[in-house]
C-alpha cells in the first residue's frame, strides 16, 4: 500500500500491511540519467536522506544494468513493468499493456532480465491476467500486481484510491470507503456548527479562576469598553 | 419596502431588484414573455439603477459570462466556474464580520486536504505548521523549514479555488529583524503562491508586521498560546487566566491591529478575556479554545477528524477516521490474503484470439522445460 506522509505511513503500519511504497512522486527516474553512477547516487539518497528500505525503478531489460549496479552496491531495487506511468505519452496513454503475444512475450524477457539483474521483487502493473500469471510462474521472485489480476504474488493500491479520497478510480481499484465524501460532510458540520455559533461549547472552552474572572469582569464592564474603543478610535 | 406580488415570475424579479446584479443577468436570461410583465413594476420606481450601477452590472455580467474569468493570477480559471463559488477576499472576511456571521477557518497540509476544505465552503484555508506534527511527524511545530512549508503550501495552493488562503512562516523565519520576515514572507506569496501569512508574537512582532503590511503583504497575527513559543511559555498551557496576563493580551492585539493585521487568531485563552478582545477590536478574531465570543474558529483538521490521536479540549472530532482507515486497510489486507481481491471486474481482459495464442505460447514453454527436465533426467541416470 502506498504512503505520502506520517499519517498515512503510521495508518498503514498499523493495518499489518507487508510493504509500504512512497509511491510515484519519488519514484526514480528511469529516462534522463545519463550515467549508471547518477542512478546510484540518487538511490544512495533516497535510502540515506529518505530513510527507505529500497528503491522502486521503471523500466524493463533497457534499465537491468542500471539495477545490477544498484544491487550490486547492495541497494535493494523493486522493479516495475507494464503500464509504467513515468512513461505513459511514449505508451501512447495510459492503456493496457501486453494484450498481444507479441507485446507479452517482450513483456516476459523483460521480467527475467530484472530477475537477472538481482530485483527482490517486480510491480506488474495493468497487465492481462494470464499473461501476469504466466510471468508471476516463470519467475522465482514475486511479482506485486496492480490491475494484474489474483496470480501475482501479491498486491498493491494507492491509498488515495481505494479510500475514495482522490476522485475517479481506475478499473483495477477497489475502493474500500468514500472519504472524500465523508470528509467533505464532517467540514460542512464543523462550518454549520460554527456559523450557528453551536460550537465551540463550554465542553471546548477554558475555564478562568473565579476570582480572577470577577476582577476581569469588573475591568471589562460596559462602559469601559465603550470608553477604550473611543480611545482606540482616536488614537487611530 | 414591501412589495405587492401576483405572480412567481414578479416575486422572483422583485427579490433579484434587492441584488441589482443579479437583476440583470436575470433579466437578460428570462423569456420575453414575462418581460413586458416586469417592466412596469421598474418603471414604479421600486427599482432604478444609477448609470454607473449599471455599467457595473453589465461589466459583472460580461465578466461572468467569459470562459476564462481571472480573479487571483495564481489561481487557473475554471472551465466550469458556475459551480465554483466566489473568491473568498479580505473584503469577504470583512462583510462577515460586519455583519456578525462567524468565518470558518481551518488547515489543510496537500492537495486533497486542501481540496476537501475548498469544497466544503470553509471560508479560508490555513497552511498551518501543526503539519509539522500531524502531517511529517516531528514532535514540534518548530522543526519544520521553510522549504517544507513551501512544498506543502504550493500543493494545498493547487487544491484551493475560492477559499482565502493563509499560511504559517516557521519559526525562525521572521524573528530576527524585519528584512528577514519581508523576504521570507514574499517567498510564501510568490513560491507558495499563498495570500497571507500568519506569525505568532504580540506586540513585539507589531514594527515586523508593520513592514509587511506596507509592502502589502497581508498578516494574520496569533497571541495567546503560541506553539512555536511553547517551550519558554512552560508548556502548551491556557495564556491570559490572570487579570495581569490578559491586560497584556489586550495590549497585543490592539498593536497587532495598529500593525495592520487583518485578523487575530487567539489561542487558548479564557472565554471572557477573548471576547473582550474581540468586542475591543476593529478587526476579526479567529478562536482556537478560545470561546464562541470570537469572530470566527479555526480548527486543525487531522484533530477533526479524529485521524492524529489525543485531542486538545477545545477539539470537537466530528469523525474517528483512524480507526476508520486502519478497518478499511485490514479489509484490503485480508482481501488480498484471500485472493478474494482483484476480482474479474478489476481485471484486464486480453482479446481472444491474443489469448488463445497466448495460452498455446506458454503450452509450449511448459512443454520445452518438461522435456529438458526429462532429457536432463536421462541423462543424470545414465
Avoid: W
Wanted: charged letters at 20%; one cysteine or more.
Amino acid at each position: 500500500m502506498t504512503a505520502h506522509d506520517y499519517p498515512t505511513g503510521t495508518l498503514v503500519d498499523k493495518a499489518g500491511i507487508d510493504m509500504t511504497l512512497v509511491g510515484d512522486s519519488l519514484a526514480m527516474v528511469a529516462l534522463g540519467y545519463t550515467s549508471t553512477s547518477e542512478a546510484v547516487n540518487n538511490a544512495v539518497r533516497m535510502l540515506k536522506e529518505g530513510k527507505v528500505e529500497a528503491v522502486k525503478l521503471e523500466g524493463g531489460k533497457e534499465m537491468a544494468p542500471t539495477i545490477a549496479q544498484l544491487t550490486k552496491v547492495g541497494i535493494p531495487v523493486l522493479g516495475h513493468i507494464g503500464l509504467t506511468p513515468q512513461r505513459q505519452a511514449s505508451l501512447g496513454g495510459y492503456k493496457v499493456q501486453g494484450k498481444s503475444v507479441a507485446k507479452a512475450r517482450a513483456m516476459i524477457d523483460d521480467a527475467i532480465a530484472l530477475q537477472e539483474a538481482g530485483c527482490y521483487a517486480i510491480v506488474l502493473e495493468a497487465v492481462p491476467a494470464p499473461v501476469a500469471t504466466h510471468i508471476t510462474n516463470v519467475l522465482s521472485i514475486p511479482t506485486i500486481g496492480i490491475g494484474a489480476g489474483a496470480g501475482c504474488s501479491g498486491q498493491v493500491l494507492v491509498q488515495q484510491d481505494m479510500l475514495g479520497l482522490y476522485g475517479r478510480v481506475p478499473r483495477f481499484c477497489k475502493t474500500y470507503r468514500a472519504l472524500a465524501d465523508d470528509i467533505v460532510g464532517a467540514l460542512k458540520e464543523f462550518s454549520a456548527d460554527v456559523k450557528s455559533r453551536a460550537f465551540p461549547a463550554d465542553e471546548h472552552t477554558y475555564p478562568m479562576p473565579q476570582e480572577e474572572l470577577s476582577r476581569f469582569l469588573q475591568f471589562m464592564s460596559a462602559d469601559k469598553v465603550v470608553a477604550e474603543k473611543a480611545r482606540i478610535a482616536d488614537n487611530q | 419596502m414591501s412589495f405587492v406580488t401576483s405572480n412567481l415570475g414578479a416575486s422572483k424579479v422583485l427579490q433579484a431588484a434587492t441584488r441589482p446584479r443579479s437583476l440583470l443577468r436575470y433579466l437578460s436570461t428570462s423569456s420575453a414573455a414575462l418581460r413586458p410583465a416586469m417592466t412596469p413594476l421598474l418603471l414604479r420606481g421600486q427599482f432604478q439603477p444609477t448609470l454607473a450601477q449599471q455599467q457595473r452590472q453589465e461589466k459583472q455580467i460580461r465578466h461572468s459570462t467569459q470562459t476564462q474569468v481571472r480573479e487571483y493570477s495564481s489561481r487557473p480559471a475554471d472551465a466550469d466556474h458556475h459551480h465554483v463559488r466566489p473568491k473568498v477576499t479580505l473584503a469577504t472576511l470583512r462583510k462577515l464580520h460586519k455583519r456578525n456571521e462567524p468565518i470558518t477557518v481551518m488547515t489543510a497540509h496537500d492537495f486533497p486536504t486542501g481540496t476537501l476544505v475548498d469544497k466544503a465552503g470553509i471560508d479560508m484555508t490555513l497552511v498551518g505548521d501543526s503539519l509539522a506534527m500531524v502531517a511529517l511527524g516531528y514532535t514540534s511545530t518548530s522543526e519544520i523549514t521553510l522549504e517544507e512549508m513551501l512544498h506543502h503550501c504550493r500543493a494545498v495552493s493547487r487544491g484551493t479555488r475560492s477559499s482565502f488562503l493563509v499560511a504559517d512562516m516557521p519559526f525562525g523565519t521572521y524573528e530576527t529583524n524585519p528584512d528577514q520576515a519581508v523576504s521570507n514572507a514574499v517567498r510564501m506569496i510568490k513560491e507558495g503562491k499563498v495570500e497571507a501569512v500568519k506569525l505568532e508574537g504580540g506586540k513585539e512582532m507589531a514594527p515586523t508586521i508593520a513592514r509587511l503590511t506596507q509592502v502589502g503583504i497581508p498578516v494574520l497575527g496569533h497571541i495567546g498560546l503560541t506553539p512555536q513559543r511553547q517551550a519558554s511559555l512552560g508548556g502548551y498551557k491556557v495564556q491570559g487566566k490572570t487579570v495581569a496576563k490578559a491586560k497584556a493580551m489586550i495590549d497585543d492585539a490592539l498593536a497587532l491591529q495598529q500593525a495592520g493585521c487583518y485578523a487575530v487568531v487567539l489561542e487558548a485563552v479564557p472565554a471572557p478575556v477573548a471576547t473582550h478582545i474581540t468586542n475591543l477590536l476593529s478587526i476579526p478574531t479567529i478562536g482556537i479554545g478560545a470561546g464562541a465570543g470570537c469572530s470566527g474558529q479555526v480548527l486543525v483538521q487531522q484533530d477533526m477528524l479524529g485521524l492524529y490521536g489525543r485531542v486538545p479540549r477545545f477539539c470537537k472530532t466530528y469523525r474517528s477516521l483512524a480507526d476508520d482507515i486502519v478497518g478499511a486497510l485490514k479489509e484490503y489486507s485480508a482481501d488480498v490474503k484471500s485472493g478474494t481481491f482483484p476480482a474479474e471486474e478489476h481485471t484486464y481482459p486480453m482479446p481472444q484470439e491474443e489469448l488463445n495464442r497466448f495460452m498455446e505460447f506458454v503450452g509450449r514453454q511448459d512443454d520445452e522445460a518438461v522435456n529438458g527436465n526429462s532429457s536432463n533426467a536421462a541423462a543424470g541416470h545414465a
